[in-house]
């Protein structure tokens, strides 16, 4: 079984700030990550993707998250925050053969000018 | 269009009454899955459909739920007598290849569905 813990559900930031989101996953097999945004009233969007190779990846608006096998972590990052990025963020899991997206509860980000 | 579209986008009904939900998904590809977002539960996997492959329904929540998938393409997640508890967001995602291919699965808006 695999299953995903976003630990914090709200984080405020203020503008330009940086920001960590946190992201731990459990799984018995090799996994596949994702982190998807939700900005109000729109569906889900993917950021960026971990699949295999380089631990550090680089996703749209700026997002980027890091691999860590032996911490069983995904954090996603962003050096400069906007009014724009406040949205909810969800960390996602799922393996080779496995077609179910597991997701962990999300993490709603909102940014004080 | 370019991407997923579903139908209604909100949906008000009433309990006992049976409603159906529609997805198009992205032309060409060739798996669709349901996902519901509900307060408390997060997104949760329903059904997933591949290609003319048997549906996985292992996430559907009870026998009340049913979905198919009409020439490979559309798909309507039907719910039978409805209860308050399936109030939630019901979003639909398609991707190109099966996830095994770890492709990106594309998500629609959702549909809101109110059950009084």
Known sequence: AQSVTQL??????????????????????????????QYPNQGLQLLLKYLSGSTLVKGINGFEAEFNKSQTSFHLRKPSVHISDTAEYFCAVTSFGNEKLTFGTGTRLTIIP | ??????????????????????????SGHTALYW??????????????????????????PSDRFS??????????????????????????????????????????????????
């Open chain 2, 35 to 60: 996902y519901r977002q509900s307060l408390g539960q997060g997104l949760e996997f329903l059904i997933y459909f591949q290609g003319n492959s048997a549906p996985d329904k292992s996430g559907l």
């Open chain 2, 1 to 26: 269009g370019a991407g997923v579209s579903q139908s209604p986008s909100n949906k008000v009904t009433e309990k006992g009454k049976d409603v159906e939900l529609r997805c198009d998904p992205i």
């Open chain 2, 67 to 116: 979905a198919e998938r009409t020439g490979g393409s559309v798909s309507t997640l039907t719910i039978q007598r409805t209860q308050q508890e399936d109030s939630a967001v019901y979003l639909c995602a398609s991707s190109l290849l099966p996830l095994a291919g770890s492709d990106t699965q594309y998500f629609g808006p959702g549909t809101r569905l109110t059950v009084l």
């Open chain 1, 8 to 37: 914090d559900s709200q984080v405020p930031v203020f503008e330009e700030a940086p920001v960590e989101l946190r992201c731990n996953y459990s799984s018995s097999v090799s996994v596949y990550l994702f982190w998807y945004v």
